[in-house]
Every structure is written in C-alpha cells, then in structure tokens.
C-alpha cells in the first residue's frame, strides 16, 4: 500500500513494473472466459446468481434472489443436500478484501408433512452436504402438519475470494414435499 493506494508488489506480465499498477478490484471468469453478473432469477431447479465482480473503491451493498420455481419436489433424503437437488438454488460471490460481511436467508415452504417426520431447510457456506445455519420441521408423532414456512438466517464473517452459499435440505425416513417459489436466499 502506498499513500492509501494498494498498488502490485511485482512486475505483471503485459502490464505494470512492480509499484505502478493500482488494485481495482477481483473477477472472476466462467469456464467460457466470460465474468458472470447475475443477481438470480426464477427458475426450474433455481435461478442461480453469480456476482463474480468485486469493486474495490465503489462498493456497494447488492442483495440477489435465487428462487426455484419447480411447483413441488418430495423427499426423502437423509443427509443434507442441495435444494430441489440443484446446485443453482446457490448464490455465487467474489470479494477482493474481506472486509464485508455476507448475510443468507432461505425460506423454504413444506407441505402435506406427516406425523413424526423430522427435516429441515438451511444455508452451507461452500457446502453441499454441510448446514451452517438451519431451521427444522418437527412434528409430533399422532399431528401433521398441512403447511409450514421455514426460514433460516445467518450471517458470515468477510470472506476472501470465490464462495458460493447454498440453500439445502433434508428429512428423515419420512416424505417432506416442498413447494417452488419459496427457498430464497440473499446476499
């Protein structure tokens, strides 16, 4: 860093001798080469969002909404995994400094959930078969349940480089059916 400027430390092939170029930001490119912007969309099997550009001098707080639009999926599965079984129900992100905090929501909406099923909705930091952070469905053995939103919340500490925040999912033996349109997550 040089009079508040960060500034390369070594001479960049086709580009500045060492002290003369000055740090911008971070990309990162797809398999195709091309840097990906996308804040999400609605999709079958979720509209993933990429933000695969971070500004190092003018920042600004961006939120992106990934909602998967499959009318209804039923599960049985016994460890976690991703949402709908899609790695896009994920929302993708570069940060160049670590100095910003990330915040997840997902909401995930359940329904037709039988007497002693146990599940739960959630969000994995650079996992697909881990929860950081989830909220359960637990019903009593002789109630079910005909609707339930589910919705977790959470918050990281500033993360350097390329991560990816996965909404996931699991039940017991039992069935869980959830319905499209509800498991969200936000930057």
């Given amino acids: 860093m040089q009079d508040g400027i960060w500034l390369n430390s ?3 092939t086709n580009g500045p001798a060492a002290h ?3 740090y911008v930001g971070t990309t990162r490119s797809e398999a195709d080469s091309t840097i990906a912007w996308s804040r999400g969309s609605s999709a079958a099997g979720g509209g993933a969002a990429k933000l695969n550009v971070w500004n190092m001098y003018n920042r600004v707080t961006i939120s992106a909404i990934v909602i998967d639009s499959t009318s209804a999926w039923s599960v049985i599965v016994v460890s976690p995994r991703p949402v709908n079984n899609s790695n896009n129900n994920r929302v993708s992100f570069v940060d160049g400094m670590a100095e910003n905090s990330v915040q997840a929501t997902a909401r995930a ?3 037709g959930i039988g007497t002693g099923t146990n599940g739960c909705s959630g969000v994995a930091l650079d996992s697909t078969t881990v929860f950081d952070a989830q909220t359960y469905v637990l019903t009593a ?3 079910g349940i005909a609707d339930l939103t589910l919705t977790t919340h959470t918050a990281y500490a500033p993360q350097l480089g390329f991560h990816f925040i996965q909404a996931l999912e699991f039940t017991d033996s ?3 059916t959830f319905t499209g349109g509800g ?3 936000g930057l």
């Fill in 183 to 185: 498991a969200r997550r």
């Fill in 10 to 12: 070594i001479d960049i």
């Fill in 109 to 111: 909406t359940a329904t």
């Fill in 141 to 143: 053995s002789t109630v």
């Fill in 174 to 176: 039992k069935i869980i």
């Fill in 20 to 22: 003369r170029g000055t």
